[in-house]
């Protein structure tokens, strides 16, 4: 409903609302409230508040920040006049707390409301700054434009528009004076009348709103009417809107209730005992309609069935009602129709079915309620509302279900629900999204059967007319599908190694109907390229000879009359090659890794999953042992409060399996011994007293002893209770100085083997670390030199990371490089240079422990970082450091940040690596 009065916008005035409150403090404006200065008279209202009200007047920055300037005063009687003097201009904001007068009861507020307002003090010699319900209503909006970097008047003047522009679907209104130049009388004085009364009326329309929640909640009405006004400032202040949905309609409803009269009176009357004369209040009793369309509210937008509620007037014996769209009556309701529950709300509600009006030339149309006793007719308020497209959705198929598949049928039977008013429907059936129109039938049923149907998918849809020959849009569209056989489901394989290659039996679940199958295997999952085998009804089929790989194969069920079905999902069928993920839902990265002796790998991982292990805390070392085909057989976990132990395993001729690193919270070295269940037997740690920190690097077994180093010396280590010897100082080979050796051996003559870093001191100009380089030492049962090879002063390796024996007494070198990258060595059996080669020139450094593996060419096979670490190459060398191949490598389910070449054979590599923050074990066929 829109209650008519004329408003517009000017001005500088707000204000906000609390409860129970005594107002604001006290202060001076720049030294004196009094004296000279800029006089303000102004008015408080709700009703009048009574005489000794508390006033006070902050003044506020430009961004809308109250300061410690401010003043204290009351109001002169009780009609709640108050004035002030301030000493300087600018914005200020106005507080009132006190008791009011009730315009709607003729009586005294049971408790006290506070109400302020934003006012720009001016240079004029008359200044009226009244405050009110509107000014407390825009009170949060105009503070925030303030804040926002707008003008005092100009932020008022906006929240103000806002504020008119929002409630005009319940007073339709032209403003022409400020809101705090409104009074609640004066409504004699023809220039502020309208403007006056837009006040009043709005002021009782939310009294009685609070009345009507004070009543249906049994509370006070002073709290609700303090409730409802914050809550309603608070919603407007953020974007000039009020987005409570139900609101307008409550105040609509507000305002069907107001008893003009007594208000009116009320405050006539107040005013003469006040003053001996009674002022007249502002006019509102035009403002009132009889039949008040409540809903839809205007501009609504409309999309399925609506209830259109007016309110009803106060004769209603023998009324019809009729609701008129775009001025044509589309339905009727007779008072006698009205349920009780209507009666008794004074609300009655006519059922519109907007579809027909979903594909007019405009979207918007007109909602008029026209009530009429004999010849008289009274029409209510007019509603403009928009149909929305989607109001289609009226129009709902019913079957069959969208996107069905029929099998062995040609035909199908459409049905869709009934719309009130439909005197006809319309089917259209389509294979290609109705551009072109396979069949179209119109039935005054609401169903259809199609029929002759091929295979294909197809769409259909409905529309209704009704009896004005109105036709509504398109339904949503639905499909359904004439289908072929279902692909076969439960796919799987069986591989079997043979001497050369491998043989594998496939086999899947059996579809109904089916005459036979086609099978495809190829070597990618778009089967791009692909081998075709046919075969009987049976749902299996063995494949032999197949070389190592990964594969992908599928299978299709044919129908009797020889029509291939669905294709079944691709299915991976690794042959001969597998990966496994290891993690939890924590982090996991890759610290070493081995081939078994047992078959198999050996993983040293660091985790914090505590979904693997409860005691987890940190980081913590994780020990996995896996089977040939990826299947995990054992783990064992070493937990030391929150961080790694071990850098490096090794399993031993026996079986045995030891790790070596530092115990990060005693400082000390330490090596643990687990047999092939990974069960630990013994731990041992060790610091020499003169250190702080002490760590083992590297072990081997020699001579059925167990050696480690430090990087400074050896330590033998008793194999049966881990009993650690004293230090074994390197061998001397002048004029190589050793600098650290954190790499053993045992090798196949059964020497020990020593690797590390050293430099020469013969070299001129020494570089720290540049002119240091790799060392290798061959050492027999006295620990004297048999041989040694080092390329110090060649600025070639900074250091070691692996070695590796590649065949008898020929090793293989990594670490990193002088410059950028790793570099590469391979030294044969007399330990003299053989070849060199600084891997991945185009990419950083890179942690230089990367494992190497063997290959079948008598070299290396290495995973490597490549360009700024971004990528990762498989790279392959033979005896003499000749690369055979180089090709990217990359993982599917992320970056590669860490990992290598467990061990490399002819027809395969086994990779392990950190991928996402897990580590993956990874076997595939030789490039």
Request: some cysteine; aromatic content about 8%; hydrophobic content about 35%.
């Amino acid at each position: 409903m829109k209650f008519k009065l004329a408003l517009a916008i000017m001005g500088a005035s707000f204000a906000i609302l609390t409860g129970c409150s005594s107002g604001g403090g006290s202060g001076s404006d720049e030294g004196g409230i009094t004296g000279t200065g800029y006089s303000v008279e102004g008015t408080a209202q709700k009703g009048p508040f009574l005489l000794g009200s508390t006033v006070n007047v902050t003044k506020l920055t430009n961004e809308g920040i109250s300061t410690s300037t401010s003043l204290d005063t009351q109001t002169e009687d009780n009609l709640g006049n108050f004035k002030f003097v301030m000493n300087s201009t600018g914005p200020a904001i106005i507080t009132v707390n006190g008791y009011h007068y009730n315009e709607l009861t003729g009586a005294i507020s049971d408790d006290t409301l506070t109400l302020r307002a934003v006012y720009e003090i001016s240079d004029s010699n008359e200044q009226q700054a009244n405050v009110n319900l509107l000014t407390h209503l825009i009170h949060g909006r105009v503070l925030e434009l303030m804040s926002q970097g707008q003008p005092v008047n100009q932020a008022i003047q906006q929240a103000q528009q806002e504020w008119v522009t929002e409630l005009e679907p319940v007073v339709d209104s032209e403003v022409t004076a400020e809101f705090t130049k409104l009074n609640i009388y004066d409504g004699e004085d023809a220039s502020s009348a309208a403007d006056n009364a837009y006040l009043l009326f709005v002021s009782a329309m939310f009294y009685q709103h609070a009345t009507n929640l004070a009543d249906a909640q049994n509370t006070s009405l002073e709290a609700k009417l303090v409730e409802l006004l914050n809550t309603t400032a608070s919603d407007f202040r953020n974007d000039g809107d009020i987005d409570a949905p139900d609101l307008l309609d409550d105040l609509r409803v507000a305002a069907t209730e107001l008893d003009i009269e007594a208000v009116q009176t009320n405050l006539e009357s107040f005013s003469e005992g006040e003053t001996g004369t009674a002022i007249p209040s502002a006019s509102i009793g035009d403002l009132q309609n009889q039949v008040v369309i409540l809903s839809p509210a205007e501009f609504s937008n409309i999309n399925a069935t609506t209830q259109v509620r007016f309110s009803l007037p106060n004769q209603t014996t023998n009324v019809t009602y009729s609701l008129l769209v775009d001025g044509e009556v589309v339905a009727t309701k007779h008072i006698n129709e009205a349920t009780q529950e209507e009666l008794d709300a004074g609300i009655l509600n006519i059922t519109w079915q907007p579809y027909f009006w979903g594909e007019a030339v405009s979207s918007n149309h007109s909602l008029l309620v026209q009530a009429s006793v004999g010849n008289k007719r009274a029409n209510s308020n007019l509603v403009t509302v928009t149909v929305d497209p989607e109001v289609r959705n009226e129009l709902s198929l019913v079957s069959p279900v969208n996107g069905v598949s029929f099998q062995n049928q040609n035909s199908a039977t459409l049905s869709w629900n009934a719309i009130d008013g439909a005197t006809a429907y319309t089917v259209q059936l389509s294979k290609d999204g109705f551009s072109n129109i396979l069949r179209e039938q119109t039935t005054p049923t609401t169903s259809f059967e199609v029929t002759s149907l091929s295979l294909g998918d197809y769409q259909w849809r409905v529309r209704a007319t009704n009896v004005l020959d109105q036709t509504g849009p398109w339904s949503n569209s639905r499909s359904f599908t004439i289908a072929p056989l279902d692909a076969p489901g439960n796919l799987t394989s069986n591989v079997v190694s043979n001497e050369t290659d491998y043989d594998v039996t496939l086999n899947w679940g059996a579809v109904g109907q089916a005459q036979s199958y086609n099978i495809e295997i190829s070597r990618d999952e778009t089967f791009t390229t692909a081998s075709a085998i046919s075969t009987n009804s049976q749902a299996t089929q063995a494949v032999e000879t197949l070389t190592i790989g990964e594969y992908y194969w599928r299978v299709q069920a044919v129908d009797q009359n020889g029509l291939g079905g669905e294709w079944s999902e691709a299915q991976v069928l690794p042959v001969g090659v597998f990966r496994t993920q290891l993690g939890g839902s924590g982090l996991e990265y890759l610290r070493d890794a081995s081939p078994s002796i047992q078959g198999g790998y050996l993983l040293l991982i660091a985790t914090n999953s505590r979904d693997l292990n409860p005691n987890v805390s940190g980081y913590d070392d994780w020990l996995v042992y896996i089977d040939e085909t990826g299947n995990i057989i054992n783990e064992y976990f070493s937990i030391a409060s929150g961080d790694v132990r071990f850098r490096e395993l090794y399993e031993s001729p026996t079986g045995y399996i030891y790790l070596v690193g530092r115990d990060n919270s005693s400082g000390q070295a330490i090596i643990i011994k687990l047999n092939q269940n990974l069960e630990l037997i013994w731990e041992s740690l060790y610091k020499p007293d003169n250190y702080n920190e002490y760590m083992f690097f590297s072990l081997t077994e020699w001579n059925n002893e167990l050696y480690v180093t430090s990087g400074e010396c050896l330590h033998k280590v008793d194999i049966n209770n881990g009993e650690i010897g004293a230090p074994i100082v390197f061998p001397e080979i002048n004029p190589i100085s050793i600098l650290h050796i954190n790499k053993l051996l045992t090798s196949s003559t059964n020497n020990l083997v020593l690797s590390g870093v050293a430099k020469d001191s013969n070299i001129t100009d020494y570089i720290k670390d540049l002119d240091d380089g790799a060392i290798i030492l061959q050492l027999n049962s006295d620990f004297s030199v048999l041989s040694q090879w080092n390329n110090s002063g060649d600025r070639l390796h900074l250091n070691v990371g692996q070695i590796t024996e590649i065949t008898d007494q020929k090793y293989a070198v990594i670490g990193q490089s002088a410059f950028e990258g790793l570099s590469l060595s391979i030294v044969d059996r007399n330990t003299e240079y053989h070849a060199q080669e600084e891997l991945l020139s185009e990419g950083g450094w890179y942690e230089y422990g990367s494992v190497i593996g063997k290959n079948k060419q008598g070299g290396i096979t290495g995973l490597f970082p490549a360009y700024n670490l971004e990528n990762f190459s498989l790279v392959s060398y033979d005896s003499h450091a000749n690369k055979i191949f180089n090709q990217e490598f990359t993982d599917t389910y992320g970056k590669i940040s860490h990992g290598g070449v467990i061990n490399s054979t002819e027809d395969s590599v086994i990779l392990a690596y950190t991928v996402n923050n897990q580590v993956v074990i990874n076997k595939i066929a030789s490039p």
